[in-house]
C-alpha cells in the first residue's frame, strides 16, 4: 500500500482584512501519497500558493488538519515547522529566491547548514546536487551570472539536496521562456522518476497536463482532481 | 553555523563598506577615547610616582614652622624624640639649611646649602662623581669641608677638577666669609618635589651651626624609615604626635609615598571619570550600531524568508543577525583599541612620559564593545527573527 505523505482535512485559511474574512482556502481535504506527481492549477487567487505554503509548512492553518510524512504539523511552534522544512521539503519559486551573494555552491550548501551537516559533507552533497541539475561546472557563480533556466536549476539543486520526501515547485517555469519551461519540467519528471514526490503549481495547461494526477482549485475550494 | 555567520558578517560589511565605516565611527570614537584615557591615566599616575619614588620612598621630611612657642622645640635633641616616638622609625637627620654666595677663584654663585650629618647623602641615594663625603668626625670637629651639587660644581669650576680647591661663602648683611675646601662633586640627581640638589651645596652639621649660624632650630628633619613600615601609616602617625606638641600649624610633612598616593588616587578618579564621559560616546556609538542593523534587517527582508523557507529557526536567525552586530561591534572596538593606543602615544610622547599600556583598559574596550552589539543588537535580531516566512519571501 502506497504510504501518504501530504495529508489535508478540511483545511481552512481565513485571513482577517479590515473587518471580514478572506477565505483563501475553504475546507480542503485532499491526500498524496509518496512517489506522486501531482499538479496544481487554477486562476489567481484560487488558493494555490496558500495551499502550497501550507504544506510547506510555512504557514498554519486556520483549522483542520495537515499531517506531512504522517505527521501532524497542528499546535507545531517555529522551531518545530522550521525542521520540518528543513528536513522534508524541498522549496522552488517562479523567482528562483536565491542568495545573490553567495555562489551557487553556497547557495546549495544552505539547508544543509540549517540541517547541522559538517562543512565538507554540505560541499560534497551540494557539488552531488548540482551535478543531477546539470550545473557541476557553474558551480562557483554567482545567480547573476546564471542565466533563468541556470539559476532554477540551482534552486532544484538546492530543493533536493537534503533528499526530503516532497519537492514543492511554485510556478517554476512561470519566469522562464516555453522551451526552457520544458526543460525544467522534463527535471522534475527525472527526479519523479527517482522516487520524489513533487507538487507542481502552474498556470501552463501544457505542463498541468503533463502530470498523472491534476488537481484544480477555485475561489479557495477543489473544484475537480483527476 | 558560528564561523558561517562569522563570515556572513563580514561579507555584508564588505558589501556596503561606506556604510559600514559611518556606523563604526562612533564605537571606534568611543572606544578609542576610553582607551586613550584610561592608558593616559596608567602613564600619568607611573610617572607622578616613578619621579615621586626617586626621592625615595622611605623617607619623611618634617619641616618646622615655628612660632614664639614652639621655636625652642625644634633643635637638635628633637630629632630623638620624634625617633622614639614611632617604633618605624629608623634614625632623624637633622638639616640647616640657608641661602648664601658662593665665590671660586674664577666665579661667584648665589646657591642653596646645607648643613648635614654624613648619613645623609646615603639616606638620600646622592652619588659622588668626583672626590667622597665627610666622616662622622669630620661633623663632630666642624670642619670647614663642602660637598658640592654637580651644576653648582660646573659652575664654580668651569674648567676644573673642583675637589681639593678652595671657595669662600659669604653669609649675613655683614659680609661674613667662610673658606672651605671642596672635598666631593654629587652626580646629577633629578630635582625632587622639595630640594634642588644639583644647585645645593653641602657642609657638614656642626660647622653650620658653630661657624656660620649660631642657632640650634633645626630648618629640616629627615626621617628614615626601618624596612617594611608603611611609609604613609608612618607619616599620619607622626602628624598625630607633632600635632600633639605643636600644633597642626606648627610643621609640615612631606614623605613622597604619601604624595604619589594622593597623585595616583586623583589621576586615577580622573580618568575614571573622563573615561565614563567617554563611554556616552560608546552609547551613542551603539545606537548607530542598532540603527544599521535595523536597515540591515529591512533591506534583507527577502534573504531572511529565503532561509526561513530553507529550514532557519527563528534562533539561528536571530543568531545570524547577533553575530553580525557583534562582529561589527568588535571591529569597531578593534580600530579603537589600534586608534587609543595610538592617541596615547602621540600624547606621551608629547608630554616627554613613557607609556605605559593598560591592557584592563583592552579588555574593558573590547568586553564594552561586545556589551554594545549584544545589547543594541538585540532588538533588531529579534525582529529579524520574528519576521512571517510568507511576508518576508514576497518582500520586494
Known sequence: MAKSIIYLDNVKRYYLVGDYFVKALDGVSLNINEGEFTSIMGPSGSGKSTMMNLIGCLDTATSGIIKIDGESTNGMNETELAYIRNKKVGFIFQQFNLLGKQSALKNVETPLLYGGISPKLRKEMAMEALDVVGLADRMKHRPNELSGGQKQRVAIARAIVSNPSILLADEPTGALDTKTGHQIMELFETLNAQGRTVIFVTHDLSLGNRCRRQIHLRDGKILGAI | MFWENIKLAIEAM?????????????????????????????????????????????????????????????????????????????????????????????????????GVESTYFSTQKLLYSSGSGFTAQENIDANQVVILGASLAT???????????????????????????????????????????????????????????????????????????????????LNKFLDSIVGSDGYNTFSSAMIANIASQVTGTLSLFLAAIAGISLLVGGIGIMNIMLVSVAERTKEIGIRKALGASPSVIRGQFLVEAITLTLVGGIIGIVFGSGLSYAVTNIAGWTLKLSYTSFAIAVGFSMFVGIFFGWYPAKTASKLDPIEALNYE
Do not use: C, W
Not at chain 2, 176 to 202: P, R
Open chain 2, 155 to 237: 659652575k664654580l669650576f668651569p674648567e676644573e677638577s673642583p675637589v681639593g680647591k678652595n671657595i669662600t661663602l659669604l653669609t649675613g648683611d655683614q659680609g661674613k666669609m667662610t673658606t672651605f675646601e671642596v672635598i666631593g662633586v654629587l652626580k646629577d640627581k633629578e630635582q625632587s618635589y622639595t630640594m634642588n640638589y644639583n644647585d645645593s651645596a653641602f657642609i657638614p652639621f656642626n660647622t653650620f651651626t658653630r661657624k656660620i649660624y649660631k642657632i640650634t632650630s633645626v630648618s629640616t628633619y629627615i626621617i628614615k624609615l626601618k624596612p617594611g613600615y608603611d611609609t604613609v601609616n608612618v607619616t599620619n602617625q
Open chain 2, 14 to 114: 564588505r558589501t556596503s563598506k561606506l556604510r559600514t565605516a559611518l556606523s563604526l565611527l562612533g564605537i571606534i570614537i568611543g572606544v578609542g577615547a576610553v582607551v586613550a584615557i584610561l592608558n593616559l591615566g596608567a602613564s600619568a599616575t607611573e610617572n607622578i610616582t616613578g619621579s615621586l619614588a626617586q626621592g625615595g620612598s622611605d623617607i619623611i621630611s618634617v619641616y618646622p614652622n615655628p612660632n614664639e612657642r614652639t621655636q625652642s622645640i625644634f633643635n637638635i635633641q628633637f630629632g630623638l624624640t620624634l625617633r622614639d616616638s614611632n617604633e618605624g622609625i629608623d634614625y632623624v637627620i637633622p638639616v640647616m639649611n640657608s641661602h648664601g654666595n658662593f665665590k671660586s677663584k674664577d666665579a661667584t654663585s648665589s646657591s642653596n646649602y646645607l
